[in-house]
């Protein structure tokens, strides 16, 4: 009886584990779609508001949610009050929030090169920038996509498959 419910307790853990996956992969998906978001925001209030790049920073501080509010305000305090360049003052602030998030390498880099492939030029010149980081992060959401669902089912499956094997092999 234990035996039993120990194979039917590891089967289910595999499971877990394996839908664990899953979830981190959905939200990598969703965090992608923010930033693409944050982007075309970023892109508008460039573009049609001539805003500057602090002004911008801050409207998204207000605007937006965790995890990048306080990483937004934080840039354009330093920016702003502290004098500090924004290369720099991006590179600490967001680099702190992107440990937390799982992101690749490749995609953390389209964030963090950010302010390098913008910098204070015209608004025109920023918005152009822009458009190339949001078809950067298009093709990384449209690949993500078309991966998902059938990655997501090979992982359960492997999942359960491996919480058997465990079961046979306890009994």
């Not at 970023?42 to 509010?69: C, D, G, H």
């Not at 003052?89 to 302010?115: S, Y």
């Not at 990655?151 to 499956?157: D, G, L, R």
Request: charged share 25%; net charge neutral; glycine share 6%.
């Amino acid at each position: 009886m234990l035996r039993v419910a120990g194979c039917i307790l590891a089967v289910i853990g595999c499971a877990g584990f394996a839908g664990n996956i899953c979830i981190e992969a959905a939200k990598r998906l969703l965090l992608l779609k923010k930033i693409k978001s944050i982007y075309e925001t970023m892109k508008y209030y460039i573009s049609y508001q001539k805003a500057t790049i602090p002004e911008t920073l801050r409207k998204l501080a207000e605007k937006e949610n965790e995890p990048f509010a306080a990483a937004f305000a934080q840039i354009d305090e330093r920016v702003c009050v502290k004098g500090e360049n924004l290369p720099s003052a991006w590179k600490n602030c967001m680099g702190k929030v992107l440990e937390e998030l799982p992101l690749t390498k490749a995609e953390r880099r389209l964030i963090m090169d950010f302010p390098n492939s913008l910098g204070f030029m015209e608004e025109n010149a920023q918005a152009g920038a822009l458009d190339e980081l949001l078809r950067e992060i298009n093709l990384h959401i449209e690949e993500i996509e078309k991966e998902h669902k059938s990655k997501n089912k090979m992982i359960m499956s492997l999942g359960v498959a491996a919480g058997v094997l465990i079961s046979i092999l306890l009994l």
